[in-house]
């Protein structure tokens, strides 16, 4: 399995960016669909944003469509989500999530990933 690190969590104010970092170990990154996960308080795990293995498709919540964008850089073992127009609704922990695969997408479920970093806190004030 692959081992993820987030970083570039903060807190912001409504309107404001963030970019959020996950790292990831080993030499087979490329092989991995990666995905963006986020949970808020008393709330499920929902997905935000998705990138297949080579960076060409990717996939978006309807609720961030637009503003957040999510790419990766195989070279760097790295993938990024960059969050414009923040909402404090956008509030929760950050995962990344990541699931070896053959295929384009693996699905959007957090069922669908096996691997999982330790999450990082956004903080979206209004």
């Known amino acids: 399995q692959v081992q993820l690190v987030e970083s570039g969590g903060g807190s912001v104010q409504a309107g404001g960016s963030l970019r959020l970092s996950c790292a990831a170990s080993g030499r087979t990154f490329s092989s991995y669909a990666m995905a963006w996960f986020r949970q808020a308080p008393g709330k499920e795990r929902e997905f935000v944003a998705g990138v297949s293995r080579n960076g060409v498709r990717t996939y978006y919540a309807d609720s961030v469509e637009g503003r957040f964008t999510i790419s990766r850089d195989n070279a760097k073992n790295t993938v990024y989500l960059q969050m414009n127009s923040l909402k404090p609704e956008d509030t929760a922990v950050y995962y990344c999530?990541?699931?070896?695969?053959?295929?384009?997408?693996?699905?959007?479920?957090?069922?669908?990933?096996?691997?999982w970093g330790q999450g990082t806190q956004v903080t979206v004030s209004s």
């Open positions: 999530a990541a699931q070896p695969t053959l295929g384009v997408w693996v699905g959007s479920r957090p069922t669908d990933f096996g691997s």
